[in-house]
């Protein structure tokens, strides 16, 4: 059994962490919106492991293209409290993911999803190198007591690269860019966040009602509250490939 780990929220809360997905990060100048939900990481076909997919067209530039998102690998985030509901948060604030992948060995050598405003290589090839000038801010994910919330990792990676000049079709859309590529056999570390209350919910200066919301038959429904307030994150390494779910258990102690 993996020990409990406890978070810094006051003596009685501790999270147990059987193995799991988000990480929580700023952005400035957001605009509310929707976003998140079971399966929204879109499966497809697997390319090689570690490989770009594409023709080689003799330029080197096929190189940079984007393998397919793969068959998804179930995440899971399970409230095994008791009394209360928790509220999960986003992968970062301008972004709808509540999960976040890692190479555990080295995170900076691949992740998955995207941060906000980070195209692949193969969008920068085609002109898509603008960032836009507001983000949507996720809703924060009401789980009650028992409720699990499921979406998928599509068991890829966004390994890091720098475009070349001579593969564009926009000059200014050159230089570091990460390259999407199937995620190849071996340890990655999976983070989750979660939010004990959101600010927008906050009986001082907010409106609790906007953390009310009706359940699913899994115990969770999505709120009109943004999901930013102070965050807890946990962690955990798993194995790739491998069929069964990535999954966290939150657990409030008595």
């Known amino acids: 059994m993996i020990p409990m780990q406890p978070v810094d929220r006051g003596p009685r809360l501790a999270v147990i962490v059987l193995a799991g997905a988000t990480l929580l990060a700023g952005c400035t100048d957001r605009t509310v919106g929707g976003g998140g939900g079971v399966g929204s990481s879109d499966p497809g076909t697997t390319g090689p492991a570690g490989t770009a997919t594409g023709s080689d067209t003799g330029d080197g530039c096929s190189a940079f293209d984007d393998a397919p998102l793969g068959e998804g ?92 000049p001579d593969c564009v079709t926009d000059e200014s859309c050159t230089g570091a860019c990460p390259i999407r590529k199937a995620a190849p056999a071996g340890e990655y570390r999976a983070e989750a966040v979660f939010l004990v209350e959101p600010t927008a919910c906050s009986p001082v200066g907010g409106d609790p009602t906007a953390c009310a919301c009706e359940p699913n038959e899994d115990g969770w429904c999505e709120t009109s509250a943004p999901a930013e307030g102070e965050p807890y994150t946990v962690d955990t390494v798993f194995t790739h490939p491998q069929t069964d779910p990535i999954s966290i258990e939150f657990v409030f102690l008595p």
Do not use: Q
């Not at 509901?85 to 509540?98: A, E, K, M, N, Q």
């Not at 976040?100 to 195209?119: L, Q």
């Not at 801010?137 to 409720?147: M, N, Q, S």
């Open 73 to 164: 690998r179930t995440v899971e985030i399970r409230n095994a409290e008791a009394n209360d509901p928790i509220f999960l948060g986003t992968v970062t604030s301008c972004t709808t993911d509540r999960y976040r992948v890692a190479v555990a060995s080295d995170p900076d050598a691949g992740h998955y999803p995207p941060a906000h405003c980070e195209p692949t290589c193969a969008s920068m090839r085609e002109g898509g190198c603008a960032c836009p000038e507001s983000c949507p801010v996720g809703f924060a994910i009401r789980l009650e007591p028992g409720g699990v919330y499921r979406t998928a990792w599509p068991s890829v990676l966004l390994v890091p690269d720098e475009l070349s």
